[in-house]
């Protein structure tokens, strides 16, 4: 605390991200970044001698070309799309653009954790929804008077999904604001509703290139939606930082876009190791969400505790993820890696259950 501070930042509880650790050696289940490099053409960008040389130069505050690659990847027109340095930044873009009434915004109480925190920091309203016994998000519950709705679909960390027909009822009677979709997971077999943008004035999707497209560490996110909601977070961004993506994150990025062969056995590849890890874990006991993300959702069995096993896997250098949060302190957040990560972790896990210290 200091005298220096605005009352504003007195007052902020901080997002709290995923352990990035110092140490070698750990095998990383426990930020959902995706196992995989980035599409080859990644590599050879990155090694180019003009690469490095065209970096004294300013990018394009329009990002146009990584646009351009986005709009005809989901076929859409350019001024429908807007790019920023992951989707955290675009979702704050929104958040002041879109989001900020006089009316509260509604979204679940279990989600993603960014959404009251960005509440917080530009004093907007919120009404948390609470997800069914089951988790499920039920949208008929999103009927109040709204400055605007906001829900992951993929959700997290239950993993959970929503098919574009659940969806659609929302979005025909809650004309009266707009409905933000953050889809960060939604390559990992969940349905966009980026096909929907055209039909309804009111929806706006996000999605980033960190979880499928390999692209965590150069932070590069998008929204999707008609071309007066995008005219809204331009505004916003260019009032802020008309230059939020850089020259290499924006090759990088449309890079990873056009190469769709690549991207799509990536996503292959980590829904085939998910689906086998979830049933190796069944087979020990746990319970698991049906996922459509690249990470499970898992309360391990009896005898063993989430936040026990978060430590001992720790110990054992696999890192997890534990929410020590209410309604979901007994589960864990498991992120796919590869299959001889998946292997070790598992193993490590029988042994916890076979051993005396299990009970």
């Known amino acids: 605390m200091s005298s220096y501070w605005s009352p504003l930042v007195h007052s902020l509880n901080p997002y709290i991200p995923g352990e990035q650790p110092k140490v070698d050696g750990l095998i990383k289940l426990n930020t959902n970044e995706n196992p995989y490099p980035p599409a080859p053409g990644v590599a050879q960008l990155l090694q180019r001698p003009e690469t490095a040389e065209r970096l004294r130069l300013y990018p394009d505050p329009n990002s146009q070309s990584l646009k351009d690659a986005i709009a005809d990847y989901h076929q859409l027109t350019p001024d429908q799309v807007f790019t920023g340095n992951g989707s955290d930044d675009v979702l704050a873009m929104a958040f002041m653009g879109l989001l900020k009434h006089s009316r509260p915004i509604i979204f679940p109480d279990i989600t993603y954790s960014f959404y009251p925190v960005y509440c917080q920091l530009f004093g907007i309203e919120y009404q948390q929804i609470p997800l069914g016994d089951d988790f499920s998000l039920t949208l008929d519950d999103y009927s109040a008077d709204n400055g605007g709705i906001i829900f992951a679909n993929p959700n997290a960390p239950t993993g959970l999904a929503l098919t574009l027909e659940q969806l659609e009822p929302l979005l025909q009677r809650n004309t009266g604001s707009v409905v ?12 966009s509703a980026v096909a929907l943008i055209d039909r309804f004035p009111n929806l706006l999707v996000v999605q980033t290139l960190s979880k499928s497209r390999s692209l965590a560490g150069m932070r590069l996110g998008f929204a999707a939606g008609q071309a007066h909601l995008i005219e809204a977070l331009n505004r916003v961004k260019n009032s802020f930082n008309p230059y939020p993506i850089d020259r290499i994150a924006e090759a990088a990025g449309r890079i990873a876009i056009q190469d769709e062969a690549y991207f799509s056995s990536c996503c292959q590849k980590i829904m085939s190791t998910r689906q086998a890890t979830s049933d190796a874990l069944i087979e020990l006991g746990f319970e698991v969400l049906p996922s459509k993300t690249n ?3 898992a309360r391990p069995p009896v005898g063993l505790e989430a936040a026990q096993l978060s430590e ?3 110990q054992d250098k696999v890192l997890i993820r534990y929410f020590n949060r209410p309604r979901i302190d007994g589960y864990l957040r498991i992120s796919i890696g ?8 598992l193993n490590f896990v029988r042994g916890y259950l076979s051993g005396p210290s299990a009970d």
């Open 338 to 345: 590869t299959d001889a990560d998946m292997a070790v972790m």
């Open 180 to 191: 933000v979709v953050d889809e960060a997971y939604v390559d990992f077999g969940a349905e």
């Open 295 to 297: 990470f499970l959702f």
């Open 312 to 314: 001992r896997l720790r």
